[in-house]
């Protein structure tokens, strides 16, 4: 069983900055994707960053320059800098662990992003 718990969200000023955690428990193989996605009122969930175990990352246009993902494999933990933040941010975020063909999902951590 594995579980993922999310952390970092909350209600901040568009420019400011919010730091979030997730942490996987349960049976983690190596070679697995850590990510975040988010989901706004009324749109699809989208992709905001993915990292690999070796560290190799991608981002979404809208956020790069802006978002830094990093991993703790030790601690089975990624996390999502986020910088000069903007009210179209604003979105519950979902941590994503994707082992082999398997998806696993946080519960989502809300961003509130006010102009």
């Known amino acids: 069983q594995v579980q993922l718990v999310e952390s970092g969200g909350g209600l901040v000023q568009a420019g400011e900055s919010l730091r979030l955690s997730c942490a996987a428990s349960?049976?983690?193989?190596?070679?697995?994707?850590m990510g975040w996605y988010r989901q706004a009122p009324g749109k699809q969930r989208e992709l905001v960053a993915i990292?690999?175990?070796?560290?190799?990352?991608a981002y979404a246009d809208s956020v790069k320059g802006r978002f830094t993902i990093s991993r703790d494999n030790g601690k089975n933990s990624v996390y999502l800098q986020m910088n000069s933040l903007k009210p179209e941010d604003t979105a519950v975020y979902y941590c994503?662990?994707?082992?082999?063909?398997?998806?696993?999902w946080g519960q989502g951590t809300q961003v509130t992003v006010s102009s």
């Open positions: 994503l662990l994707k082992i082999v063909a398997r998806d696993y």
């Open positions: 349960g049976s983690i193989f190596s070679g697995n994707i």
């Open positions: 990292i690999s175990t070796p560290g190799r990352s």
